[in-house]
């Protein structure tokens, strides 16, 4: 039991980085993006790209698949994205789910339909004993890296002037524009960066979750449950409701796998009839 809790908070862990950015652009900026996934694959790609066929080690093709992803997420926001920003959210759903077709297509056509895996380095494969409890080590790795950015993230949004300047951006752009602020500059920043955690989560992701281009629309369900689950004040309700789904995910397939993914859905709702707003909803 111990070892699948352990591989639950992992499985979290690795949902709370794949969907940190949905978090910041559907919590905070208030935009619509379920495209988010697309960056997610992008990221996975490069590595799988990288590692397979230039030999790069994982390690460094985690930096590598965050930076890709993240000149891909301001690509498209400075082209396409910022068009949208005062558009309603029903033409901001119809455009992210046809870029996610779209990527879908590309990805198809370049990568091919099949499974890509990538070979994890001998240090990280494996299991060890802490307790009588058997982990892995590459859940272990997740856990310690995805905490590391989880506490990183929030400081950067909660303490830092550039977290300062994004919550009055999205509070009042008219008024942040008159106090100087960037305005433009710092939603451009933060799209980037989320899409930059998206591929460092598909990169991350690919050897436990599998990578192939119908990613988005198989985990789209699983970022939105985590993002309205955990609420939009901050990130600490998207992170406890990642570590929720993933214990239930994990524990529910180990243990009652004819019920399959009943057990999230059945989480959500019970969340959301209680909570409506979230666990941790925005102040009126």
Not at 185 to 211: D, R, Y
Request: net charge positive; proline share 3%.
């Amino acid at each position: 039991m111990l070892t699948i809790l352990f591989d639950g908070i992992a499985y979290g862990m690795l949902l709370f980085v794949l969907a940190a950015g949905l978090a910041v652009t559907l919590g905070l900026m208030n935009f619509v993006n379920l495209a988010h996934g697309a960056f997610a694959m992008a990221g996975g790609y490069a590595t799988v790209v990288l590692m397979n066929r230039f030999g790069v080690p994982f390690l460094a093709c985690l930096p590598l698949a965050f930076l890709f992803s993240a000149a891909l997420g301001l690509l498209f926001e400075r082209t396409l994205y910022v068009r949208m920003y005062e558009r309603s959210h029903l033409d901001q759903v119809l455009f992210s789910i046809g870029l996610v077709f779209m990527a879908i297509a590309a990805t198809d056509y370049l990568m091919g339909s099949s499974q890509q895996n990538i070979h994890l380095p001998a240090y990280l494969q494996g299991r060890i004993t802490i307790g009588g409890v058997g982990i892995g080590i590459y859940r272990l790795f997740l856990v310690v890296v995805c905490g590391l950015m989880a506490l990183g993230l929030q400081w950067i949004l909660a303490k830092t002037r550039f977290g300062s300047q994004l919550r009055a951006a999205v509070d009042d752009r008219r008024v942040a524009r008159g106090l100087g602020i960037p305005v433009v500059k710092v939603f451009a920043i933060t799209f980037a960066f989320g899409s930059g955690l998206a591929g460092l989560g598909g990169a991350l992701g690919a050897e436990i979750v599998g990578l192939d281009p119908t990613f988005p629309l198989k985990f789209m369900l699983y970022f939105l449950i985590v993002v309205t689950v955990g609420g939009t004040s901050s990130l600490t309700g998207p992170f406890l409701a990642a570590l929720l789904l993933g214990v239930a995910d994990v524990m529910g397939k180990y243990l009652v796998p004819q019920l399959g993914a009943f057990i999230i859905y059945a989480m959500m709702l019970a969340v959301l009839m209680i909570r409506p707003q979230g666990l941790f909803a925005r102040g009126r």
